[in-house]
C-alpha cells in the first residue's frame, strides 16, 4: 500500500517534469514561438473544463483542428494562443 501523500507528491513531481519537458520541446517545434505556450492534454483539458479523453477525442475527430495540435512522437501537445484563437471562433 501506497504511503499516504507519496501518491500526491508523485503527481506533483510528473506534472512539474511534465512541463519542464513542454518548455523545452516548445523551441523545436516548427511555427511555435519562443513566447507560445504548450500545453500537454491534461492542462488543455483542466483549461477547457473537460476531461482528457475528451480533448484527445476532439483532436482525434479534427473538431480541435491541426494548428493547435502538436505531436513529437506520440506526444500529444497544444499550443495556447491557436487554442484560445480556435475557442474565440466557436
Known sequence: MTPPGVSAAF???????AEAVARKLASRIPGASSDQKLMSVKQAAEYLGR???????????????????????SRVFLLKRELDAWISAQ
Not at 503527481?11 to 517534469?17: F, G, R, S, T, W
Not at 482528457?52 to 483542428?65: A, E, F, K, Q, Y
Open 11 to 17: 503527481e506533483v513531481l510528473v506534472q512539474a517534469i
Open 51 to 73: 476531461t482528457p479523453s475528451s480533448v484527445r477525442g476532439l483532436i482525434s475527430t479534427g473538431d480541435i483542428p491541426d494548428p493547435v495540435v502538436k505531436r513529437i512522437g
